[in-house]
């Protein structure tokens, strides 16, 4: 699926992805500053929490907890090794349940076992974003 949008249709991409995505682990790629965060951000509120979402660059993860989902936000820029993924037990919450939203994740996606998707957010000359995703199963 790709989708070609401006910063204040991602409701609406969020949706869509929230929709189509076939599994609770989702890895976003893409440049510093396209948009990763603010479209994780969107997604948490749609998913029922209203905690206050921010990239947890220097605490590795953030948890988000809402009325019936989980949230655990990944921010893996920092990370060289995957002993360091271990150290953190990000097995433990890869193997959760729960929603799992990682940026930066190429250190991790060698070691995914089950399935996942994949988002790609590139920004356009014109301010505009493409998002592409890919379910992997």
Not at 40 to 53: Q, R, W
């Amino acid at each position: 699926m790709t989708i070609n949008y401006k910063l204040e249709e991602v409701e609406m991409v969020a949706k869509k992805l929230l929709d189509t995505a076939t599994s609770k682990i989702i890895l976003f790629e893409g440049d510093m500053g396209v948009g990763k965060t603010t479209l994780i951000k969107t997604l948490v509120k749609l998913l029922g929490c209203n905690d206050v979402v921010s990239s947890p660059t220097f605490a590795l993860v953030n948890e988000y907890v809402g009325d019936t989902n989980t949230i655990y936000h990944f921010d893996l820029y920092r990370i060289e090794t995957e002993d360091e993924l271990y150290d953190f037990g990000i097995d433990t919450y890869i193997d959760s349940d729960h929603y799992v939203f990682v940026e930066w994740p190429s250190i991790l996606k060698p070691l995914i076992q089950d399935q996942f998707t994949v988002v790609d957010i590139t920004l356009s000359e014109n301010t505009t974003r493409q998002l592409k995703m890919k379910n992997f199963d």
